[in-house]
């Protein structure tokens, strides 16, 4: 069964930098990032197909830059100009369901199966 595992995360001020990673251990077609903020519902942060079509919320769109080594199966996202409103618990995602060319929308969680256990970030203002 294919899993995913989250590396990285932890504190940094605002304006500072994290590189979050995922591990894949199997085939994927697309792999994302989800957060959830204590009292808020989870929300899309990015997302990036087999192919390298990518998507982003317009919250972090030119602070963080979601990336994938296919040999490696990892997922990364760089992280960076980060904002106290960033604080949330991340959460890598996968799906090998057929999508040919874009991921699902980030509105739309229920295609990803696969669900890391999460990872915390905290921006300190």
């Known amino acids: 069964q294919v899993q995913v595992v989250e590396s990285g995360g932890g504190s940094v001020q605002a304006g500072g930098s994290l590189r979050l990673s995922c591990k894949s251990s199997?085939?994927?077609?697309?792999m994302g990032w989800f957060r959830q903020a204590p009292g808020k519902e989870r929300e899309g942060v990015a997302a990036?197909?087999?192919?390298?079509?990518?998507t982003y919320a317009d919250s972090v769109k030119g602070r963080f830059t979601i990336s994938k080594d296919n040999a490696k199966n990892t997922l990364y996202l760089q992280m960076n100009s980060l904002k106290p409103e960033d604080t949330a618990m991340y959460y890598c995602a996968a799906t090998s369901l057929p999508y040919v060319r874009d991921c699902p929308p980030l509105s739309q969680s229920n295609p990803y199966n696969l669900w890391g256990q999460g990872t915390q970030v905290t921006v300190s203002s």
């Open positions: 990036i197909h087999r192919d390298g079509a990518t």
């Open positions: 199997g085939y994927t077609v697309c």
